[in-house]
């Protein structure tokens, strides 16, 4: 299948300041990536959907200020968490979708784990 | 709304154990549906899918029907290895949306 590279796998930073996270779609072009926030021994939560070129698509109740999304190319997206604090200590996972087929699967990243002290 | 509903886990076995997690799913249309498994510290992969009714995905020993009378999709092995220990998430897709709706996630662990 499609790789999906996501870096960096673990990030360690102060609180108030930020942290960019990069996903990339190596051997395809993705026209949409996901970006899912998970916590401990729980679900993946949907944070935003970004199309390439175009604004991200923010669920509701996920801050845009706090929560920056750039897919500046359709290889790659970053989720910046800007000011973060410790409760934004997660991990979050990118998928990426090859075209806008419905079934098409969606290839996902390793992961960032991120702790903000 | 669609949702996904997945039974609690842990889910703890000895190896060669037959497995059965449960998916059930509510959905306005006919969404296709995803096991996915996700090891420690990483990412999620996809495991099968299938995209209609009675559509059967097999992958890795594990299989999954789709069954739409019961709006279910369970995933079964007959003979589980403590290399399947992981999270297994079931996951659907509605023609009208691109977004994945995840269900809470299964913990399976194998005993040696």
């Known amino acids: 299948g499609a790789v999906v590279s996501q870096h960096p796998s673990r990030v360690i930073c102060k609180s108030g300041t930020s942290v960019k996270i990069e996903c990339r779609s190596l051997?395809?072009?993705?026209?949409?990536m996901f970006w899912y926030r998970q916590f401990p021994k729980q679900s993946l939560m949907l944070m935003a959907t970004?199309?390439?070129?175009?604004?991200?698509?923010?669920e509701q109740g996920v801050e845009k200020d706090k929560f920056l999304i750039n897919h500046a190319s359709l290889t790659l997206s970053t989720l910046t968490v800007t000011s973060a604090h410790p409760e934004d200590s997660s991990f979050y996972i990118c998928s990426a979708r090859a075209d806008s087929v419905m079934n098409t699967e969606a290839f996902f990243g390793q992961g960032t784990r991120l702790t903000v002290v | 709304g669609n949702s996904v509903t997945q039974m609690e886990g842990p889910v703890t076995l000895s190896e060669e154990a037959f497995l059965t997690i449960n998916c059930t799913y509510t959905a306005t249309g006919y969404p296709s549906l995803f096991w996915y498994v996700q090891y420690p510290g990483e990412g999620l992969q996809l495991l099968l899918k299938a995209t209609k009714a009675d559509d059967k995905g097999s992958n890795k020993g594990f299989e999954a029907t789709y069954r739409k009378e019961t709006t279910s999709f369970h995933l079964e092995k007959g003979s589980v290895q403590v290399s399947d220990s992981a999270v297994y998430f079931c996951a659907l897709l509605m023609d009208s949306s691109y977004k994945l709706i995840f269900g809470s996630g299964t913990r399976l662990l194998v005993r040696p």
């Open positions: 970004s199309n390439e070129g175009s604004k991200a698509t923010y």
């Open positions: 051997d395809f072009q993705a026209t949409t």
